[in-house]
């Protein structure tokens, strides 16, 4: 988060849940750009998964959306051509942490691929 600066632009990625017996894939749902600084809130937001126990998220920034996309994208079909994932086949790891700086040319081939045009943010 200490990284993190208003002007910045984040992804959403969405890991693959299963929601009755349909699997939902993991995707990216779209772009924001930061406009606050990153702060520390204790109050809850939403109700907190079942497996993730009484997490309320405390660490949170404001933002505006740039690009929300109309249907999220699969993430699966971006990995050859993402250059941050240096290990295609173990791809997950490169996930793992809660924010992931890319580089620019990956972002924008995302924004290309859900039918967005990047802007110079």
Do not use: C
Not at 20 to 45: C, F, K, N, Q, W
Not at 57 to 82: C, Q, T, Y
């Amino acid at each position: 988060m200490q990284r993190v600066k208003p002007g910045d632009t984040i992804l959403v990625y969405v890991r693959q849940e299963k929601e009755d017996d349909t699997i939902l894939p993991s995707a990216i749902t779209g772009a924001y750009e930061v406009v606050s600084e990153p702060y520390e809130d204790h109050a809850r937001l939403f109700t907190t998964p079942p497996h993730m126990g009484d997490e309320v998220f405390p660490f949170r920034m404001k933002v505006k959306p740039v690009a929300v996309f109309p249907e999220p994208l699969e993430f699966k079909p971006l990995i050859p051509d993402l250059t941050f994932i240096t290990n295609k086949k173990m791809w997950s790891g490169h996930l793992r942490q809660a924010m992931r700086e890319i580089p620019e040319e990956d972002y924008r081939l995302i924004l290309r691929r859900a039918g967005e045009e990047a802007t110079d943010a």
